[in-house]
């Protein structure tokens, strides 16, 4: 198993005009990990994600990325171990699809043959297959959005197999997915934990989320309200907490993830 | 619209028509040559008479090549700007930095005015006067239209318009307090296009050309990752800010220096990248070059029409450019109103 941590976030905190954004968090990530965030609209999730990667300035606190400060990394390499794919995008020109993924792999050296293996294995895991004769711009909400993630997973896969100390950020990445394709992406996601990757993952569907993390972190207004396993976290008390929802737990019957039943 | 055409057959058939209207450029105009005499005069020193060897060597090729660099360098900056917009609708005309170039060079000439200049230091001097003016103008629309979530095309093009409005008030309000001397020099470089054009003019544009195409060529690929939003580039690797800071000012540099050389020509900077992605598609690598070769083309074209419209009188070029690009814009602006 790994258990050395890839990421650490040591109260860091974030501030935006003398309010308080995220009041000081601090967990750690190891490799193999998949972390999820959930907590209700506004409560910091997207904050918490820029301020671990510094595109959000911190007030205090630090991240640790593979053993050292997240700032002493320079872009070029960080890029070769962290890929992050924030909630919008803004593409509005004619790319196709290929092209699009293929973006995922400038942090490396070219390699057409690598190049090509890894865009083809990342269409056929998001199941681009059938939209690649059309344009970015012409793509549905859901498929622009699997483009998307196919590019940050291809951003990932170098060299090949080599995942440990490598970590993913996905920001609400399956806003416009349906139900098969999120679940055929979770299986991927678990897939590429067991090769090492560490995940954070960001969900609005509380249900998906607990499926796919080992562990949830779970935020409301800017304060992280506990961390742990899954069924630690979805208490029918903490979600009424945070969430203003009367809900009961069961469990799923295969996996055995707990499942939250809105009563 | 999805293309399979090889880049490499595009640049050569924009080399070849551009290299072919330069040659019916030469021989055209109120006086008219014939084609063998212009290959005559351009492959032997001495074969004809005085007047033809006048016309092309000392009237004609400055001209043909001030309006096809400059047309490169409206071209490419066009790319680059939309690029750096991530927004088919920027246009180094529209957003206003042709604008604040101009009244730059003008508060240039006024601030001189006591000084006598060499014709090449003033060149220099009208050419740093339009730098400043043309950065600031694009570092304000710039900050203006760039909001948390990216840039917002109305008010890219509304900032444009306050600009260029302002800076020709400014303008006016100027040649109130001028001298003489000063005013003359002001209308006699206002009026000034690609006639008269000099040799010196090309040379003083060829480098600003060379940093413009050089640095852009460098960040190509950047330019391609920094569509897809600023922390998504930041994740692959680019350093946005700094690309960003010296391309905004590599445009300002390329496209003020072509005011100043060549005066304004609207809208060549909108079409030229625009043709370009409707053949090879959006990709920088390809779309860099071919914008550049494809902006000279339309102003050689578009000067070649304006010489001989109605000659032997002749209009501005950049009468012409408006004339095709202000149609063309509206087209756009219908096709991408969604994105308003």
Redesign the interface.
């Known amino acids: 198993m790994h258990s050395n941590p890839v990421l650490t976030a040591r109260s860091i905190e974030v501030e935006l005009g003398h309010k308080t954004i995220l009041s000081p968090i601090s967990f750690d990530l190891r490799a193999g990990e998949i972390l999820g965030i959930m907590g209700p609209n506004g409560a910091g999730k997207s904050t918490l994600l820029?301020a671990l990667?510094r595109?959000v300035p911190l007030r205090g606190g630090e991240v640790v990325f593979g053993g050292k400060p997240i700032q002493a990394w320079s872009?070029?390499?960080?890029?070769?171990y962290?890929?992050?794919?924030?909630q919008?995008?803004?593409?509005?020109?004619?790319?196709?699809p290929n092209?699009v993924i293929r973006?995922?792999r400038?942090?490396y050296p070219r390699n057409r043959t690598l190049d090509q293996r890894v865009i083809e294995r990342c269409i056929e895991v998001c199941d681009l297959a059938g939209c690649l004769?059309?344009?970015y711009t012409q793509l549905s909400g859901g498929e622009k959005q699997r483009c998307q993630i196919a590019r940050?997973l291809a951003?990932l896969e170098d060299p090949p197999s080599r995942l440990e100390s490598k970590l993913l950020l996905l920001d609400e990445p399956f806003s416009s997915l349906d139900v098969g394709h999120q679940q055929a992406l979770i299986k991927h996601f678990r897939r590429l934990s067991e090769r090492g990757l560490a995940i954070i993952l960001i969900l609005h569907d509380i249900n998906a989320l607990a499926q796919a993390a080992d562990r949830l972190l779970i935020l409301d207004k800017g304060s992280c309200l506990g961390i742990g396993t899954p069924n630690e976290i979805m208490t029918p008390v903490l979600l009424k907490n945070t969430f203003k929802v009367d809900a009961q737990i069961t469990s799923n019957p295969i996996t055995g993830a707990p499942w939250m039943n809105l009563l | 619209m999805l293309t399979f055409k090889s880049p490499e057959a595009v640049y050569l058939a924009l080399g070849l028509s551009l290299i072919g209207t330069s040659l019916v450029y030469l021989t055209q105009g109120a006086f008219a040559i014939p084609f063998t005499g212009v290959i005559d005069t351009l492959w032997t020193a001495e074969a004809n008479s005085d007047l033809t060897r006048t016309i092309v060597w000392d009237i004609r090729l400055p001209r043909l090549a001030l309006a096809s660099l400059t047309g490169a360098v409206l071209g490419l900056s066009g790319a680059v700007m939309q690029s750096l917009f991530r927004n088919p609708l920027a246009d180094p005309s529209l957003i206003g930095v042709t604008a604040g170039a101009s009244l730059g060079a003008s508060l240039a000439i006024f601030l001189t005015s006591s000084q006598l200049y060499s014709a090449h230091s003033s060149l220099i001097v009208l050419s740093g006067g339009a730098f400043c003016g043309g950065l600031l103008a694009c570092l304000l629309v710039y900050l203006l239209a760039k909001s948390a979530t990216g840039f917002s095309v109305s008010t890219m093009l509304l900032a444009g318009i306050a600009v260029t409005a302002f800076t020709g008030s400014i303008g006016n309000v100027l040649e109130f307090f001028v001298d003489n001397t000063a005013l003359r020099r002001i209308s006699l470089w206002r009026m000034g296009g690609l006639d008269a054009a000099t040799v010196m003019q090309v040379y003083t544009l060829l480098i600003p050309a060379t940093v413009l195409a050089v640095v852009s060529w460098r960040m190509r690929m950047a330019l391609n990752l920094m569509l897809l939003g600023d922390s998504h580039a930041r994740f692959l690797g680019v350093h946005v800010i700094r690309v960003r800071l010296v391309l905004i000012s590599a445009v300002a540099l390329g496209v003020s220096t072509s005011v100043a050389m060549a005066g304004t020509m609207a809208f060549v900077g909108l079409m030229a990248p625009h043709f370009v992605r409707l053949i090879l598609g959006p990709d920088n690598i390809t779309l860099i070059p071919a914008s550049a070769l494809m902006g000279a083309l339309l102003l050689t074209a578009s000067d070649l029409v304006a010489r001989v419209i109605i000659a032997p009188s002749e209009i501005p070029a950049g009468v012409v450019t408006a004339l095709l690009g202000v149609p063309f814009f509206l087209f756009l602006l219908r096709r991408h109103r969604n994105a308003l």
């Open positions: 820029g990667t595109e872009l070029e390499e960080r890029a070769q962290l890929a992050a794919l924030p919008f995008t803004y593409l509005q020109f004619d790319f196709t092209e973006m995922g400038t942090p004769s059309r344009p940050v951003q």
